[in-house]
T-cell receptor, first 115, second 112 residues
Framework: DARVTQTPRDKVTEMGQEVTMRCQPILGHNTVFWYRQTMMQGLELLAYFRNRAPLDDSGMPKDRFSAEMPDATLATLKIQPSEPRDSAVYFC?????????????FGDGTRLSIL | QQQVKQSPQSLIVQKGGISIINCAYENTAFDYFPWYQQFPGKGPALLIAIRPDVSEKKEGRFTISFNKSAKQFSLHIMDSQPGDSATYFCAASSGGGFKTIFGAGTRLFVKA
């Protein structure tokens, strides 16, 4: 069963450190999303890519967050410097095409704690 | 106007009962309404979805009812089972874009 793989599953680090989260989308999926989930804000879209090109990153704090797709099998989300308010679960999702009604397949998330 | 309002925040239902979760939206440009199910420690997974040209869609025990004029839609889970205990999110997106707006989620607990 094809699935989106995210690493690490859990990350605990101190404020000010750089954090890198990785995502391997389902093979053949050309659209990749990054979401952040918190109790207060729910599920928020941070950025998404189509064919490795960023289409929308308006949900992402630009001063400290960056998202890239170095190749079709890897998406990264970096936070530098990290802050306690960045503590959340970060999900990557992929979809087979850019069509609206294609289901987004989510990974199991990276649980990030910034001390 | 981009919000999707979801209620209730939590729901407890007896096994075999009907679970009902409601959502409302303002943006009339939304034309695709998926529901996602999330279990603890897992990412959300698409459960069922509807477009506003139909008023109801049923898949097994799960039914979406859609009221375009009221800008409301709801998820009904018939014969609710303990295995249905999860968090449910309604969502909405508009054609041509991929930006999906999620509701705040409803935590469902089905008592055995």
């Amino acid at each position: 069963d094809a699935r989106v793989t995210q690493t690490p599953r859990d990350k605990v680090t101190e404020m000010g450190q750089e954090v890198t989260m990785r995502c391997q989308p389902i093979l053949g999926h050309n659209t990749v999303f990054w979401y952040r989930q918190t109790m207060m804000q729910g599920l928020e879209l941070l950025a998404y890519f189509r064919n490795r090109a960023p289409l929308d990153d308006s949900g992402m704090p630009k001063d400290r967050f960056s998202a890239e797709m170095p190749d079709a099998t890897l998406a990264t989300l970096k936070i530098q410097p990290s802050e306690p308010r960045d503590s959340a679960v970060y999900f990557c999702a992929s979809a087979p095409t850019a069509l609206q009604d294609q289901p987004q397949h989510f990974g199991d998330g990276t649980r990030l704690s910034i001390l | 106007q981009q919000q999707v309002k979801q209620s209730p925040q939590s729901l407890i239902v007896q096994k075999g009962g009907i679970s009902i979760i409601n959502c409302a939206y303002e943006n009339t440009a939304f034309d695709y309404f998926p529901w996602y199910q999330q279990f603890p420690g897992k990412g959300p997974a698409l459960l069922i979805a509807i477009r506003p040209d139909v008023s109801e869609k049923k898949e097994g025990r799960f039914t979406i009812s859609f009221n375009k004029s009221a800008k409301q839609f709801s998820l009904h889970i018939m014969d609710s089972q303990p295995g249905d205990s999860a968090t449910y999110f309604c969502a909405a997106s508009s054609g041509g874009g991929f930006k999906t707006i999620f509701g705040a989620g409803t935590r469902l607990f089905v008592k055995a």
